[in-house]
């Protein structure tokens, strides 16, 4: 454990480096003309979601925009990195700056759903587009979202349907939740609620965390007393770590309660190992030993960082891609021609077959139920998973028909 974290301390020590670097350089130095494709990543680098989004998303834009060839139509493309520390107003105060000094095209988020909800507010002044990347509420296709706005990955509607779903119908079918206290957390819980719902089963309470909650024992001693079958954890990073590690000192699953993991990444399994984390059941976005594309993919990447991508790091790759791909098919940077091209044209690579962006702004593609091996099955350092069933695209994201995102035409 010690290696794996002394690693990526490594690893975003040198990302907050080059952070350092575009800052000290004058605005004008950074764009003397209007002739580069700008694109801003602004990540959680050192906090609690930093191992799964952070440096790593950082260098996941970087190698698409190498993969695609340094070059739009002859313009270059210039990556820039920031630390947002899951603050709406330091997102706000960078975006602002990177748009308004900087020229950036595109920003594309790592992680924390308030910050991006600013950001896609800001984007519609702007005229920019915004990927919301690792963000999951689903107000980003709801009433938080904007022409030039597209959530990637997935959303707290995807993760419910997949493991909310599945838990309930093997007899989980009473829940309380701990969760994570922001729109994130919200969005989860009361996604997951509704399925537990209509599953038939009950919620008994909640309870909710301050981010990056170092002590969850009040927290976990009112699930305990709630006789909850089910321990619902609307968290995540390392506040999901926490948690489940102080459920298993407190001894509430050897007490015969369940822990649901409602959003798990293969960083947060590593980082509680498989003795702890076997077994769990989780939805998923991306898993890098799912194929040949993928294990292409991660093999590249794991040159460069050391660790196999989380989903938001695999699909930051992705929608990186894809919107050059835009720029350069529309040539032009302008938001409404290049939301328009990716809207219009499918997603088909290692992350995603036959992903669709909708009118909404949601990339709809397939998600997979997920479980951690046992250390029996593990054949190495990063064999930590397996893919139980595909779930459909279709199935997995709200229909566009009950989406209440006010510009998308219904009937």
Not at 313 to 318: H, I, M, P, V
């Amino acid at each position: 454990m010690r290696t794996f974290y002394s690693r990526f301390a490594d690893f975003a020590a040198t990302a907050l480096a080059t952070v350092a670097l575009y800052s000290a350089i004058p605005a004008s130095a950074q764009n003397a003309t209007d002739g580069k494709v700008k694109i801003g990543a602004l990540v959680d680098m050192t906090g609690v979601y930093s191992l799964h989004g952070g440096p790593g998303v950082v260098e996941a834009v970087k190698m698409a925009a190498e993969d695609f060839g340094g070059l739009v139509n002859g313009r270059p493309i210039e990556v820039l990195s920031a630390d947002y520390q899951n603050k709406v107003d330091i997102t706000s105060g960078l975006a602002r700056r990177w748009f308004d000094a900087d020229k950036v095209d595109m920003i594309i988020e790592s992680t924390d759903s308030a910050s991006a909800l600013a950001l896609f507010r800001l984007g519609e002044e702007k005229k920019r587009v915004i990927i919301g990347a690792g963000s999951a509420t689903t107000a980003l296709t709801n009433n938080g979202c904007m022409p030039y706005g597209i959530h990637y990955v997935y959303d707290t509607y995807a993760l419910a349907t997949g493991t909310g779903s599945a838990i309930v119908k093997q007899g989980g079918k009473n829940w309380f939740f701990i969760t994570a206290d922001y729109a994130f957390g919200h969005a989860l819980e009361a996604d997951t609620s509704r399925v537990v719902l209509a599953e038939g089963g009950k919620v008994l309470g909640n309870v909710r965390a301050p981010l990056a909650t170092t002590d969850f024992s009040s927290f976990l001693l009112q699930a305990q007393s709630s006789k909850a079958q089910v321990i619902g954890l609307a968290n995540a990073g390392g506040d999901f770590v926490n948690s489940v590690k102080q459920a298993s000192e407190f001894g509430i699953t050897q007490a015969g309660q369940s822990l649901a993991a409602m959003l798990v990444f293969i960083t947060d399994v590593k980082a509680l190992g498989l003795p702890v984390a076997q077994g769990m059941k989780f939805t998923t976005g991306f898993y890098w030993d799912r194929d040949d594309e993928s294990r292409a993919f991660a093999k590249k990447y794991f040159g460069r960082t050391k660790a196999q991508p989380s989903m938001v790091q695999a699909g930051a790759y992705s929608a990186t891609m894809h919107y050059l791909k835009a720029v350069q098919a529309v040539d032009s940077e302008d938001a409404e021609k290049v939301s328009g091209w990716m809207k219009a044209n499918p997603v088909n690579d290692f992350f995603a077959k036959n992903g669709v962006i909708r009118p909404d702004g949601r990339m709809v593609h397939d998600m997979y139920l997920a479980e951690a091996k046992t250390p029996a099955e593990s054949k190495n350092e990063w064999d930590l998973m397996k893919i139980l069933r595909i779930i459909p695209g279709e199935q997995a994201f709200k229909p566009l028909a009950e989406s209440a995102c006010p510009f998308v035409k219904k009937g």
